[in-house]
């Protein structure tokens, strides 16, 4: 059985390996990797908006165009009814080319009429796609603020309890001997959680290793506060 001593780093070592246990879960709780599966979705979403949103943009401009040359058509019929219906035109030469330009224009505003219908049609149907991807999106936006809020809240109960083992380890730290806390300080950087193995027929239980026999007499001979470490590894042996 291990001296008081020693048993006290083995307490300070096991808060240490809770320490690092809790943290790990904090780092990697499984609600992280679901928000980034569902951010990496969101993004998704955001790229179609994009395109439907350029989408609407052009057929919105295309409209306008419309508009504006129907307009000017609009107008132009206006002058030539009044040229035609004003007697301003007597020629009838003149009057000719008026009506063929004016039976002109009415084709042309029927073909921007019919163009038009035609795109009011589309951003009709885009319409009702970007709705449904408003939809889609807003129902995504829920999960991922549903998901962030019960991760912070698991987060926040794992804080908790690393502060509260942190203070344990605190007053364990401070209640051990202060040269195996130094000598146990100054090694645990240097292995993954176990700085302290124990002695176990003849092996070290942080490498796994057999000690030669030479190594295990001279410990056997040793006081028993006496700090000695593996040959092997380097880890603090606990006799």
């Known amino acids: 059985m291990a001296s ?13 390996l809770s320490i ?3 943290r790990h879960r904090h780092a990697n709780h499984p609600i992280r990797e679901v928000l980034d599966e569902l951010n990496a979705e969101r993004q998704q979403l955001d790229v179609v908006g994009a395109e439907l949103g350029e989408r609407h943009h052009d057929l919105e401009r295309q409209r306008k165009r419309f508009e504006d040359e129907a ?4 107008d132009r019929r206006a002058d030539i009814d009044k040229k035609l219906y004003g007697g301003e035109v007597t020629a009838s030469k003149e009057l000719l080319a008026l009506q063929d330009e004016a039976a002109s224009l009415k084709q042309q505003q029927t073909d921007l009429e019919d163009q038009e219908l035609e795109l009011m049609e589309q951003l009709d149907e885009l319409s009702t796609e970007q709705g449904g991807h408003d939809q889609q999106l807003n129902g995504l936006q829920e999960r991922i603020a ?3 809020a019960e991760l912070d809240g698991q987060l926040s109960e794992i804080d908790t309890e690393i502060a509260e083992v942190e203070g344990n380890r605190n007053v364990a730290a401070a209640d051990a001997d202060s040269a195996l806390v130094e000598q146990y300080e100054a090694l645990r950087p240097l292995y993954d959680g176990v700085t302290v193995a124990r ?12 000690l ?10 040793m006081p028993e506060d006496t700090v000695v470490t593996c040959e092997e590894c380097g880890r603090m042996l606990v006799r």
């Open 212 to 221: 030669s026999a030479v190594a295990l007499d001279q410990m056997i001979k």
């Open 4 to 16: 008081p001593a020693y048993e006290k780093i083995l307490a300070l070592q096991a808060l240490d």
């Open 199 to 210: 002695l176990t027929n003849g092996s070290c239980d942080g490498c796994h290793i057999q």
């Open 146 to 148: 549903s998901s962030q």
């Open 71 to 74: 307009a000017l058509i609009s």
């Open 20 to 22: 690092m246990q809790l």
